[in-house]
């Protein structure tokens, strides 16, 4: 049976600065200008993983991202839009899991494996690519004012 750990150096996975592991696997060669004007590649691809109560801490970027499920456990990803949503990243389509979705650009968000037990690896895309200056972890304080009543659950992810 694979384990997270396995997974973790057999992928030479690193730590994310938002939580969890991942290793980027692409970056388009191509570029194009984002709406922010800078400068940057057309698409990126990484494998992330999150394991037992890991969590993605909230944060949020300049492009969309789609999510695609690998293995392990079902994988909950909790946006804040006009209050609190989420979606579950797995297997069992007939129980409302789906194997790919996608995150808005300029979303709050963060995710965790769905039960708090075992492993979920997945992998993102980012259009236009993803950019570390592009990268906005939420500040507690900041949020909560934004999104008073989803006060427990953005304490749980920041």
């Given at each position: 049976?694979?384990?997270?750990?396995?997974?973790?150096?057999?992928l030479h996975l690193q730590p994310h600065p938002e939580g969890g592991y991942y290793r980027e696997t692409y970056r388009a060669s191509l570029h194009t200008t984002a709406e922010s004007g800078a400068r940057r590649n057309v698409s990126t691809a990484?494998?992330?993983?999150?394991?037992?109560?890991?969590?993605?801490?909230?944060?949020?970027?300049?492009?969309?991202?789609?999510?695609?499920?690998?293995?392990?456990?079902?994988?909950?990803?909790?946006?804040?839009?006009?209050?609190?949503?989420?979606?579950?990243?797995?297997?069992?389509?007939?129980?409302?899991?789906?194997?790919?979705?996608?995150?808005?650009?300029?979303?709050?968000?963060?995710?965790?494996?769905?039960?708090?037990?075992?492993?979920?690896?997945?992998?993102?895309?980012?259009?236009?690519?993803?950019?570390?200056?592009?990268?906005?972890?939420?500040?507690?304080?900041?949020?909560?004012?934004?999104?008073?009543?989803?006060?427990?659950?953005?304490?749980?992810?920041?």
């Amino acid at each position: 049976m694979t384990t997270a750990q396995d997974l973790i150096e057999q992928l030479h996975l690193q730590p994310h600065p938002e939580g969890g592991y991942y290793r980027e696997t692409y970056r388009a060669s191509l570029h194009t200008t984002a709406e922010s004007g800078a400068r940057r590649n057309v698409s990126t691809a990484i494998y992330y993983l999150l394991e037992n109560n890991d969590r993605s801490h909230f944060h949020r970027i300049q492009s969309d991202e789609l999510w695609f499920f690998h293995q392990g456990q079902p994988l909950e990803v909790l946006l804040l839009e006009d209050g609190l949503t989420t979606f579950t990243l797995g297997h069992e389509v007939g129980r409302g899991e789906m194997p790919q979705a996608v995150v808005p650009a300029h979303t709050w968000f963060g995710a965790r494996v769905k039960g708090g037990v075992g492993f979920s690896l997945v992998s993102c895309t980012v259009a236009p690519g993803f950019d570390f200056d592009d990268f906005e972890l939420a500040d507690r304080t900041r949020l909560i004012q934004e999104f008073p009543d989803q006060a427990a659950i953005i304490e749980q992810f920041t």
